[in-house]
């Protein structure tokens, strides 16, 4: 009985084990089926590295750098400080001349606000000796028209009597003349007095003008100004200085605009002499220290590059792709990325398809190094925002390209081509 029971039992671990061989050997050739025809159906590669835009910082001086204590490799953060360059030996040729303008115009600006004091002082002189003038203009005309007005009177009352006389005289003629060969009066002594009469209507015709001139003179004067007959010298001489004055006013406008751009130019010549001087550099962008241009101590010129970061907003990963797989990637696809030495698992897309020194698909500018071989290609990868694990620069991995995000065979490929 107890043969039979060890039999029996040993019956059974035999078929354990044939059924342990039979699975492990199930398994293991599904493995082997799976890492040989899966990738011949999707587009899979291990030459897969993270790559990022590198960011190169210049000098815009000439001088001697130092750097903080920094290390390749280290994270910086956007706006941190990387080092500095002096120069206490910086160019202010331009600054000098600058300078050297300004003065000059501010001599200029003396000059003229010494003469624009001469000018007014000779203003208000003439100012007053118009107004004596005006003063005296109008008494002398005033008089002037007092006089004409009493010729006048008597020029028109001595008109008034050589016509009433000439009236007569020819009165006298007609009534009392015997015949045409005699006169009472002669003609003779008619046409003097018709001549007489005649001159002192021309006189009083001129006289009436000249009143008339007076009056708007004198109009003039009360007013305190002077008609273009009767200006004297000294308004003559006002308002050429006036003209002077507003010469001078416009001349020294200008200077004064210019000598306020020549400030801020010089204050912003010093603003940078300053810089110049001394120029602290600061990383733009997120990422790694990447490369250090030149030694602690060296001496660099206006444009050369001090430092480059790898900026980490720009990653990326580099795919190169066995030419079978041409067909089966395009723009837009989705990426399943595995980096090695690490658990973690990214998702991207496919941004660029490049095909030796050109595009699939896209207008964008081709690789233009590390072109891959005739029978393979580069693949772009642009990983998503929203994942929260952020890659190392230079880190390799492993990628599956499909063409939806949901499947779980990439994640299977990616397990058995550890």
Not at 93 to 104: A, G, I, M, R, Y
Not at 140 to 162: F, G, H, P, V, Y
Request: with cysteine; charged share 25%.
């Amino acid at each position: 009985m107890y043969q039979l029971n060890a039999l029996r039992d040993k019956n059974i671990i035999d078929k354990v084990f044939r059924a342990a061989r039979a699975t492990t050997g199930a398994f293991i050739l599904i493995v082997i089926v799976t890492s040989i025809l899966i990738p011949q159906v999707l587009a899979v590669t291990g030459n897969s590295v993270v790559n990022a835009k590198l960011e190169w910082i210049r000098t815009p001086i000439n001088g001697t750098v130092t750097y903080t204590n920094l290390k390749l490799g280290d994270s910086v953060r956007k706006g941190d400080i990387l080092g500095n360059i002096t120069n206490e030996r910086a160019d202010d040729n331009f600054l000098n001349s600058l300078l050297f303008e300004k003065s000059s115009i501010e001599s200029g600006l003396f000059t003229l606000n010494n003469k624009h004091q001469q000018l007014q002082q000779k203003k208000q002189t003439l100012t007053l000796s118009v107004a004596d003038a005006l003063i005296q203009l109008k008494d002398q005309t005033n008089i002037r028209i007092n006089s004409i007005e009493t010729e006048l009177a008597l020029a028109k009352s001595k008109s008034a009597d050589l016509q009433s006389l000439l009236l007569r005289y020819e009165t006298a003629n007609k009534e009392f003349s015997a015949s045409d060969s005699y006169s009472v009066v002669s003609r003779e002594i008619i046409d003097q007095q018709k001549s007489l009469l005649t001159e002192t209507e021309a006189y009083i015709s001129n006289q009436t003008d000249a009143l008339k001139i007076m009056k708007a003179d004198f109009e003039s004067a009360v007013s305190g100004k002077f008609s273009s007959k009767n200006t004297p010298l000294e308004q003559q001489q006002l308002s050429a200085v006036n003209q002077d004055i507003n010469a001078l006013l416009a001349e020294k406008d200008a200077l004064e605009f210019k000598l306020g751009r020549l400030s801020a130019d010089i204050a912003e010549r010093q603003k940078r002499l300053k810089l110049n001087t001394r120029h602290q550099f600061a990383s733009r962008v997120n990422g790694a220290l990447w490369d250090l241009g030149y030694a602690n101590g060296s001496y660099v010129n206006n444009g050369d590059a001090l430092v480059a970061i790898a900026d980490s907003d720009t990653l990326t990963v580099e795919c190169i792709f066995h030419q079978r797989y041409l067909d089966n990637i395009k723009v837009g696809d989705f990426a399943n990325v595995n980096l090695m030495g690490s658990d973690q698992k990214l998702i991207g897309r496919v941004s660029k398809v490049m095909i030796r020194d050109s595009l699939k698909g896209s207008s964008l500018k081709a690789f233009s190094s590390s072109s891959p071989e005739t029978n393979e290609f580069k693949v772009i990868v642009t990983l998503d925002d929203q994942q929260t694990y952020t890659p190392k620069i230079g880190q390799r991995a492993k990628v599956v390209i499909t063409a939806k995000k949901s499947s779980p065979v990439p994640s299977i490929l990616l397990f058995l081509s550890r």
